[in-house]
């Protein structure tokens, strides 16, 4: 014989009355027959079934949940500078500690510098000629639930500064923590 299959029931709903299963964990709306998972964990990352039964009619709904780690403040690592004649090349790298499918872009901080640090991924290699003494470049590491900016302003070009930011400061854009429905 076959294992009869288990289904964990968060909620039961018959003839205008429900049954909450999860009290504290889930609460039912009855305007839009919407379930609001509170204090969202990992563990509640899966796929849910809703089932509405009409007499001898079934109707049954599957709805992916995932679950993201908001991202943390990006911090920016010189990996590499290296002067040459009357320009400089600087080697960058935006890390997040924390959060789920980060992904890393780089933009301009300012108009002065347009365009000059464009670029998709944690790994920005620069290129500017001393006469831009003082580039500013930002990056964002977000995900689907949030997003966070730190900015990388250059200084003086040195062969000598590998390992160091001369200045990285958040500059938060946070998103509210949401859920990702799929």
């Not at 909450?20 to 305007?31: D, V």
């Amino acid at each position: 014989t076959e294992d009869p299959q288990k289904k964990l029931i968060l909620l039961r709903y018959a003839g205008g009355n429900y049954t909450n299963y999860m009290q504290g964990r889930m609460h039912f709306h009855t305007l839009d027959f919407s379930l609001e998972i509170l204090n969202t964990s990992r563990q509640d990352g899966q796929l849910y079934e809703y089932i509405v039964s009409k007499g001898s009619e079934e109707e049954v709904w599957q709805t992916q949940l995932q679950v993201y780690e908001p991202v943390s403040d990006p911090s920016i690592q010189v990996l590499d500078w290296v002067l040459t004649n009357s320009s400089c090349t600087v080697t960058l790298n935006c890390t997040a500690e924390r959060g789920d499918n980060v992904s890393y872009s780089w933009d301009s901080w300012d108009s002065s510098t347009s365009g000059l640090c464009s670029h998709n991924g944690s790994f920005l290699h620069l290129f500017y000629t001393l006469q831009n003494a003082r580039v500013a470049c930002a990056c964002t590491a977000s995900n689907p639930v949030s997003s966070r900016v730190t900015t990388f302003i250059s200084s003086e070009c040195s062969n000598e500064r590998a390992g160091k930011s001369p200045a990285a400061d958040p500059a938060l854009s946070s998103l509210p923590v949401l859920l990702l429905l799929r």
